[in-house]
Every structure is written in C-alpha cells, then in structure tokens.
C-alpha cells in the first residue's frame, strides 16, 4: 500500500479525506480537501475539475474505498490510501 502512496504522492495527488467534520476536526493530512462520502456524487465536477490523481482517506479505509471505486468507475484517477495516517507517514 505505501508504495502506491508514496507513487501518487510523487506525482503531486490530492488527498481526499471522506470522513465526518467531526473526525476531519480531530486531525487530517495537512493539505488534503474534505468532502463527506455521503457528498462524493454531487461534487465529481469539482473532484474531476482538480486535474490531478486523487488518494482517498478516511478513518479504517472502508469508506476511502467506496468513494475511490465510485470515482474510479466515474473516469478519476484514484487510489483508497486506508486510514489517512497512512498518508501522514508518508509525508512526515
């Protein structure tokens, strides 16, 4: 998986966090976009308008998952990266 991450990471990905406010409160890669899962339909224009590859995050990587296989099926170039501490290694 780390491998993956560090490769998008190189080519400049934007790091997606699907989780609640209230989890994004509590800590998130510094950087990333937040939109909820349950936003991810009404807001593809805007994921696609960023023109770069996308790691999806979230707490235990089950929703990253969702919302990285409905974008992937929907044309965005995209990778679940797991719980979003994952990322935060990577970049530390």
Not at 13 to 23: H, K, P
Not at 74 to 82: A, F, R
């Amino acid at each position: 998986m780390s491998t993956e991450i560090k490769e998008y990471l190189e080519k400049e990905a934007i790091v997606l966090d699907v989780r609640t406010l209230e989890e994004w409160d509590a800590g998130h890669v510094e950087g990333s976009k937040h939109i909820v899962l349950t936003e991810i339909l009404s807001e593809i224009e805007q994921i696609k308008s960023w023109g770069k590859p996308i790691i999806a995050v979230c707490r235990s990587g089950a929703r990253s998952g969702q919302a990285a296989q409905f974008l992937a099926q929907n044309g965005v170039d995209i990778i679940n990266g797991g719980p979003w501490q994952n990322v935060a290694k990577e970049l530390d």
